[in-house]
């Protein structure tokens, strides 16, 4: 696929999920909940997004077999998941930022005490549109463990802590749900792929930390959607601060190819998932 033709795929399923993620959310016990705590938590779910990690599971849950509205619960999910972590992220006690997807974050408009429930609740309604999928154990455990301490959560606990290495960070922190969002239909038909396709993922999970940094030192506000440069004026450690600029555009280019040649023979059936490692680094270089 050439660049142009999978932005507009992307964009076809980033639209399906869109469209049908509010009727999933209209039957969960998030409309049991009182109206202005509501409206906080739909702030950060509509906010929008790239939706890549919904689009992901879409797509590995169809070559898997996997019934749609199954696999839409996962890939909602995961979003959910994936929202609590921005907007615990933006708090002040973490990263402590005013922007998200292009929009005030959660706390600027709610209070940081919203802003943090907010957060417990996109945590809990992730897990319960898992049980709502009816998954088997297995695929709910590597969900769990992929999001908490020895997953998603650690790596903002070493983030914040500082001296750990940074591939051990960005495996966790941004890392496990990408490998999550390739690997979960995998897990749930107990493909003997499963192992080479978390892999594959979790390597992709890399390539898109590090083109998130190319894009932080040299982008804006209006095309991140958040503060651009904020890592640096921090002192946080990014590839492009350990490895500068050019050094680290080459290592990205490097795991592109490693990336797409693995693909053709573990996701042959998707030429969609081929051409997505260079999708991810080109999308905006």
């Known amino acids: ?66 019934d749609q509205r ?13 929202t609590y972590s921005l907007v615990h992220d933006d708090l002040p006690a973490m990263d402590n930022d005013d922007l998200r997807r292009g929009k005030p974050t959660t706390h600027k408009v709610y209070g940081d005490d919203i802003g943090i429930l907010a957060g417990d609740a996109l945590q809990t309604l992730a897990f319960e549109m898992f049980a709502r999928a009816g998954v088997h154990s297995n695929t709910l455990l590597f969900f769990a463990e992929s999001a908490g301490p020895c997953g998603m959560v650690g790596g903002q606990y070493l983030d914040m802590k ?11 922190k941004t890392g496990k749900l990408i490998e999550s969002s390739l690997a979960l239909a995998y897990i749930e038909i107990d493909s003997p792929k499963k192992d080479r396709v978390a892999r594959w993922g979790r390597l992709l999970g890399l390539l898109f930390q590090i083109t998130d940094d190319i894009l932080d030192a040299s982008g804006t506000a209006e095309e991140l959607g958040k503060t651009p440069g904020k890592d640096a004026r921090d002192q946080k450690a990014t590839w492009v601060t350990q490895w500068g600029a050019a050094k680290t555009r080459r290592k990205a280019e490097s795991i592109v190819r490693r990336l797409s040649k693995a693909a053709v023979s573990i996701f042959s059936g998707s030429a969609f998932l081929q051409s997505l490692p260079a999708f991810i680094y080109y999308r905006r270089q």
């Open 70 to 82: 199954k696999a839409m619960y996962m890939a909602l999910g995961l979003e959910l998941l994936h």
């Open 1 to 66: 696929m050439q660049l142009a033709e999978i932005q507009e795929e992307f964009r076809v399923r980033q639209s399906s999920f869109e469209a049908a993620y509010p009727d999933l959310l209209a039957s969960s016990s998030l409309y049991r909940t009182p109206p202005g705590f509501r409206d906080a938590i739909l702030y950060a779910l509509h906010a929008g997004g790239k939706r890549v990690r919904p689009v992901l599971l879409l797509e590995t849950a169809s070559l898997c077999g996997i």
């Open 162 to 172: 500082g001296g750990a290495m940074l591939r051990d960070i960005q495996d966790r």
